[in-house]
């Protein structure tokens, strides 16, 4: 019996020790597209005098958000890594809230996947940051 994209997705993602440090939680994955969480943490912030989240935190959320959304598309790849991501930050995080990514897979070749994602806190528009990546697709064996 085959292991659903998602299922493997969420092993893979809970998986990824700094995810766990990050305190990840994914909300929903399948289909290509994925939702991840990340609570406000004081060890997360990037300058003191304003309490602002580390824009490298922001970054491994939205990279490991896109990789599980890739993990979770309906073709099942077994692996995946990022080859790159282009991430623009459109302002700081609001401090004491949730940061929340979602990434989608939009376009695949045969081993290539192409995501777009966006990171937000409380207020989604304007987004904290958007993203634009390629990740290595390895699709699984069907034989």
């Known amino acids: 019996m085959a292991i659903p994209p998602e299922q493997i997705a969420r092993q893979f993602i809970e998986a990824i020790p700094h995810s766990r440090e990050l305190g990840m939680t994914i909300e929903e994955i399948g289909g290509g597209a994925c939702l991840i969480s990340m609570p406000y943490d004081e060890k997360l912030i990037g300058d003191p005098r ?72 409380d207020q989604e528009d304007p987004p904290v940051a958007t993203a634009a990546g390629a990740f290595t697709l390895s699709v699984r064996d069907r034989g």
């Open 50 to 121: 304003t309490g602002v989240i580390h824009g490298g935190a922001i970054s491994a959320l939205m990279d490991t958000c896109s990789g599980a959304a890739v993990m979770s598309h309906p073709t099942g790849p077994s692996a995946t890594a990022t080859l790159d991501l282009r991430i623009d930050y459109m302002r700081a995080a609001t401090p004491r809230q949730t940061i929340r990514a979602r990434a989608e897979v939009y376009h695949l070749t045969r081993s290539v996947a192409f995501v777009r994602a966006r990171a937000y806190d």
